[in-house]
């Protein structure tokens, strides 16, 4: 067996905690997290995102002369869960930025999504019925489901915006999809004002 240690970033010879912050967005050039549903039907959200903003995504690896993927061309970062809500993606978002310095967050959620069906007291009721468990303290009630796309996505951008783990300079974006149409419409945009230089 392999000792997995050889496989980290600290346990390289050149690593140095000083530098790396500054190094690793030269191996992935990443500015941009889309945070999407993992519903298979709207798979496509991604590429869609990296062609209304102008960035690269999938992207190809970087390969070195050893045959190491010592990079890659991608401009965008994925984030999927349940509804495509915010409130699961912000440790992501918070660790991509420590490593990449990341500039944006979209948010997408899609027609016909399944956390459409239910409502946020529904499934707290289904889970105690089902599992006698109570989960109504364990999650974010607002985020369980949605029932209105233009209010969820002004919630969770405004939530991306009032968490101290998202930088005040990120340009944050609510996006609706139609994954029958392919058609992308921007419903929020939170852009901060710049300094002038």
């Not at 392999?2 to 030269?26: E, G």
Request: proline share 6%; with cysteine; aromatic share 12%.
């Amino acid at each position: 067996m392999p000792n997995f240690n050889d496989f980290q970033f600290r346990k390289q010879p050149w690593y140095d905690a000083s530098t790396i912050r500054d190094l690793i967005p030269t191996f992935i050039p990443m500015k941009t997290i889309v945070v999407y549903c993992f519903d298979p039907r709207a798979s496509e959200i991604p590429k869609k995102v990296a062609e209304h903003f102008g960035e690269i995504y999938p992207g190809e690896n970087i390969i070195d002369e050893h045959g190491s993927r010592v990079g890659h061309t991608a401009t965008l970062f994925t984030v999927s869960n349940a509804g495509g809500r915010a409130v699961a993606a912000l440790q992501s978002v918070s660790t991509m930025e420590f490593l990449f310095r990341m500039q944006n967050v979209v948010v997408v959620h899609h027609s016909f999504c399944g956390a459409t069906a239910f409502t946020a007291d529904g499934i707290i009721d289904a889970f105690h019925h089902d599992h006698g468990a109570d989960i109504s303290k364990s999650y974010d009630h607002d985020s369980l489901c949605i029932e209105d796309y233009e209010k969820s996505l002004k919630y969770d951008v405004e939530l991306l915006r009032a968490s101290p783990g998202v930088p005040k300079h990120f340009n944050l974006y609510g996006l609706f999809y139609n994954i029958d149409t392919g058609e992308l419409t921007e419903v929020v945009r939170d852009i901060p004002a710049r300094k002038p230089a």
